[in-house]
């Protein structure tokens, strides 16, 4: 399941006024205070609002969560993550199984866009394939190790389909 998102271009009127608030800023420096820190401050503001003017797509595979934006590519493994919070515009993924001031910077915050269904369908899918290798190795072997993983992996799944449709109803009702 692959998707992108791009604030600056879903928010045109947010993403003017705050561009010209950024050049009056930047004129001011470099009038009052010289070239080098107008420039400093561009490359100060470019690199800490990278993330709001270009876009960042997102790739849930079988076994990782890839995310790609202009600077880096990251993956990680499913199986890293303990819990899920949901956000205003989507969900944080923690290695952690409390909170703590370390998720935002451990683990992922996923942004969703408007229409959610095919990611909840991705989901479902996974999850589906999840329950099926469970039973197979229920079948197999009872002792196998595999089965706590799958236990975890599925219950994670169920926890991300209804945490993003619960704040699906809740935007809807609102």
Request: charged share 30%; aromatic share 8%.
């Given at each position: 399941m692959k998707w992108s998102i791009h604030p600056a271009r879903n928010h045109r009127v947010k993403t003017v006024l705050t561009g010209a608030f950024i050049a009056g800023f930047l004129v001011f420096v470099t009038v009052y205070y010289g070239t080098v820190f107008g420039i400093l401050g561009l490359l100060i503001l470019f690199f800490s609002l990278h993330s709001y003017y270009f876009p960042t797509h997102y790739e849930v595979t079988n076994d990782a969560i890839i995310t790609k934006n202009i600077f880096l590519t990251q993956r990680r493994d499913l199986s890293e993550f303990k819990k899920l919070?949901?956000?205003?515009?989507?969900?944080?993924?923690?290695?952690?199984?409390?909170?703590?001031?370390?998720?935002?910077?451990?683990?992922?915050?996923?942004?969703?866009?408007?229409?959610?269904?095919?990611?909840?369908?991705?989901?479902?899918?996974?999850?589906?394939?999840?329950?099926?290798?469970?039973?197979?190795?229920?079948?197999?072997?009872?002792?196998?190790?595999?089965?706590?993983?799958?236990?975890?992996?599925?219950?994670?799944?169920?926890?991300?389909?209804?945490?993003?449709?619960?704040?699906?109803?809740?935007?809807?009702?609102?």
């Open positions: 919070y949901r956000g205003k515009n989507g969900v944080l993924l923690s290695p952690f199984n409390r909170k703590t001031f370390l998720n935002h910077f451990r683990g992922i915050f996923l942004l969703l866009p408007e229409q959610r269904d095919e990611i909840i369908a991705f989901l479902e899918e996974l999850r589906n394939d999840c329950k099926k290798r469970l039973k197979k190795l229920l079948k197999e072997n009872v002792t196998d190790s595999a089965i706590n993983e799958a236990v975890a992996r599925n219950f994670r799944l169920k926890m991300c389909i209804n945490t993003i449709r619960n704040y699906t109803k809740e935007v809807k009702a609102a």
